[in-house]
């Protein structure tokens, strides 16, 4: 185990994170899905397909998603804890589901779609905290929090679709979820150590998730510079190319100490 000390101040750390950003976010008002949101710099029908290029941009998710489950059930060559097998297949299953719901959503983009493209980022969110934690804290703990998060995450989903159709819209919960989860696994791979001799595959997905949203915030800007690709669409890729790292990562590995029970 890690010394007390260390892990002390990484349990503070953690516990400041959860109520510093549940008591800044729910201080705000309530904050509903602007329609400008389902409005695409790049709106191109290309073979009949509307927004051809942000649907096409989900196919990387297919890919990684399908190549993750293949090299963790069929080829075996991850570097995973068999005991915890169960949020891997969720975390890679999720990034597969991402490509059709958010397809789905680009197709028609509105709330109603787009509640399909959320749920799946909720649970694939929610499946690498669990793995985090199990990997960096107690694979007990990740062990007992694994359905109670991805739960949390798809009610957050479902809450703020709620909201939406009773006229107020209410996204906080969904945000909070997103937030959460990018902070605290900063907060634990900078304070707790991994049961593998790197933890460099999750700082790439950071990474990636934090480029996305710079990405995701000028789509219309990278589109006009660019003058062929848009910042969703580029959003898509940037965010599968940090799974596609990660499961590098989860490949070369090595497993460094023993594992908690």
Known sequence: MNNFKNNRIGYTLITITLLASVITIFSLPPIAQITSYHTFSDQRTILNISNFYNVLSNLPFLIVGLYGLYSLLISRKLYCADEFKIAYILFFTGVTLVSAGSVYYHLMPDNQTLIWDRIPIAITIMALLSIVISEFISLRIA????????????LSVYYWQLSESSGTGDLRAYILVQALAALLTTVIILNFKSKYTS??????????????????????????????????SLKHIIIAAGVYLLIVYYKNRQYKQQSEN
Request: aromatic share 24%; charged share 15%; net charge negative.
């Open 143 to 154: 062990r007992w929090l694994l359905f109670p998060l991805i739960i949390t995450g798809i």
């Open 199 to 232: 933890s460099m595959g999750y700082w790439w997905v950071l990474i990636s998730y934090a480029l996305s949203k710079f990405l995701e915030y000028f789509d219309e800007e990278i589109h006009l510079f660019t003058g062929f690709i848009s910042g969703h």
